[in-house]
Structure formats: C-alpha cells, structure tokens
C-alpha cells in the first residue's frame, strides 16, 4: 500500500470516530472540524492528507512549519500554529497564521495583534493550563476572563475558543473530567458575552471523551500519520 493511500484510509477511520463519538454524545457530526497535526510531518505527507480531502493542519515548531507553507500548494488550507508562542515568534505567526491555540499572555496578544498585517483578523483561541502541570503553558483558570477582556479588545484578533491540553489519563471517565472544567470556563466567559465558538480539545488517544464534553475541533496526529520522530 502507498504512503498517499495509508493516509487517505486513516483519515476515513478519524473521520468515522469523530462521527461515533458525535452520536454517542446525541450532537452533530457537522459541528466537530478535524486539525491533522503536522508537526515532523513532510511535505509529502501533508500533500496527501490534501489530496484525501482534509485541509485544515496544525504545526507546533515555527521554522519547520514555515517551510512546509511556503513549499506546499494549497490555497484553501487553513494553518493552525499550536505550539508555544513566544515573543521572538510572533511577527512570522502573525504574517503566515490563520489560526494561533496557544495564547496565554496578553503581552503575546498585543504582539500578535500589532504584527498582524492582513485585512483578515487573526482567529485566536487562549490555552488554559487545565491540570495546573508546571511542565505545560496556559493560563491558569483564575486568570482566565481578564485575559479574554484583553484579547477582545485587540482589533486584529478574533477571540475564537479555548484549547488546553490536559494531564494524561486512560480512563474513559477520567478524561472527561478536564475537558468538562474547559467546557465550564468556555460557557462562563460567553454568559459574559464573549461568543465564543471553538472548543480546540481531545487528540489521538482522548478524542471521543473530548467530543463527549463539547469539543469543536479535535487535533489528531498520530492515528493520521502514524508515531512521529522527534525533529
């Protein structure tokens, strides 16, 4: 079997997942978007998965993402940057980027909102340190509606949802429970009137507990890809 073809027949298997997870949860199928993450990924691969039909892709390392855009043709891809925004990084994600998951500073808002050039806002979702791991960026749940007021207010951006990547778990029933305190936080700031649209949660190994919570966008890499080798 060819490496285009592998891909096109993973992508269909994450594609009925999301549609099982989407009925065991009693919501619409329609309402759930896959990101493939990218990351380590060649061209090649990326250029399969459009063949396939997906369009939508996630990179974590700036330089390596930045190749991969300028190399592939895809005019209707849209790129999601998920990995650790810092300040050094943000004129080239603010150029390049549809999409950045990972604000949690108002600093990296400003800096990105002040380095966007397009006409077209730059659609941001905040990354909340759900599980309070030293080890993982995000904001902390506390600090959370102050930096949504900031973000709101940078005419550049578009405060789009939260994403978090919570501490690993096995247990079916375990995972949800993360993914529901997202949840919680994503109602709370739109019962303040944010409009928020986009729950960015759940991967290869939790995404149906994530669909379960109310996920939007699950961002899946391996099951597409298979084990990825470190860049």
Not at 45 to 57: K, L, N, P, S, Y
Not at 64 to 87: R, V
Not at 180 to 189: C, H, N
């Amino acid at each position: 079997m060819t490496r285009s073809r592998l891909i096109a027949q993973q992508l269909d298997k994450i594609h009925l997942r999301i549609e099982a997870a989407a009925l065991a949860a009693g919501r619409n199928r329609n309402d759930i978007q896959l990101l493939a993450v990218t990351k380590t990924r060649p061209c090649d691969d990326i250029q399969a998965a459009i063949e396939a039909g997906q369009h939508r892709f996630g990179e974590n390392y700036l330089q390596e993402s930045l190749q991969k855009i300028n190399s592939i043709n895809c005019s209707d891809c849209e790129w999601h940057f998920i990995g650790p925004c810092q300040s050094n990084k943000t004129s080239a994600i603010a150029s390049t980027f549809d999409w950045v998951h990972s604000v949690d500073r108002l600093k990296i808002a400003q800096r990105l909102n002040d380095q966007r050039q397009s006409e077209q806002a730059l659609n941001i979702c905040l990354q909340v340190n759900i599980s309070n791991e030293a080890s993982k960026t995000g904001i902390l749940p506390e600090h959370l509606s102050a930096l949504a007021e900031g973000v709101q207010n940078l005419p550049r951006l578009r405060l789009r949802g939260l994403m978090a990547l919570p501490a690993a778990a096995v247990e079916f029933e375990t995972q949800r429970v993360a993914f529901a305190q997202l949840k919680t936080l994503f109602d709370a700031l739109n019962s303040k009137g944010h409009q928020l649209d986009t729950l960015s949660m759940g991967m290869s190994n939790d995404m149906e507990a994530a669909i379960m919570e109310g996920a939007t966008l699950v961002r899946i890499g391996s099951d597409i890809f298979g084990a990825r080798s470190t860049p």
